[in-house]
């Protein structure tokens, strides 16, 4: 079994900064994929930004040039940097991790328990 622990959610004004952090623990051989959801109440889960093992990310083109999407992969964690924040960033942020336990077999899809992100003066 695999944890994602999340940190960093808050309130910040319009223009902004915020950093999330998500750190992936338990049984883990390699992690895949790692990325960044958000959703608010009512609607469907999207992708905010992904990032593969070696570092090729892909943008929602609604936070492309203001988020950046990284990670260590020595400490199995992900981060999310978001600047230039906007009222319509508003919800809750969910890591994302895709995960192999073992040299082999399948991956398997973990979600961390979600981070509120709240952009109001």
């Known amino acids: 079994q695999v944890q994602l622990v999340e940190s960093g959610g808050g309130l910040v004004q319009p223009g902004g900064s915020l950093r999330l952090s998500c750190a992936a623990s338990?049984?883990?051989?390699?992690?895949?994929?790692m990325a960044w959801y958000r959703q608010a109440p009512g609607k469907e889960r999207e992708s905010v930004a992904t990032?593969?093992?070696?570092?090729?990310?892909n943008y929602a083109d609604s936070v492309k040039g203001r988020f950046t999407i990284s990670r260590d992969n020595a400490n199995n964690t992900v981060y999310l940097q978001m600047n230039s924040l906007k009222a319509e960033d508003t919800d809750v942020y969910y890591c994302?991790?895709?995960?192999?336990?073992?040299?082999?077999?399948?991956?398997?899809?973990?979600w961390g328990q979600g981070t509120q992100v709240t952009v109001s003066s």
């Open positions: 994302f991790a895709r995960v192999q336990e073992r040299s082999w077999g399948p991956t398997y899809q973990y």
């Open positions: 338990g049984s883990i051989f390699s992690i895949n994929t």
């Open positions: 990032i593969t093992t070696g570092g090729s990310t």
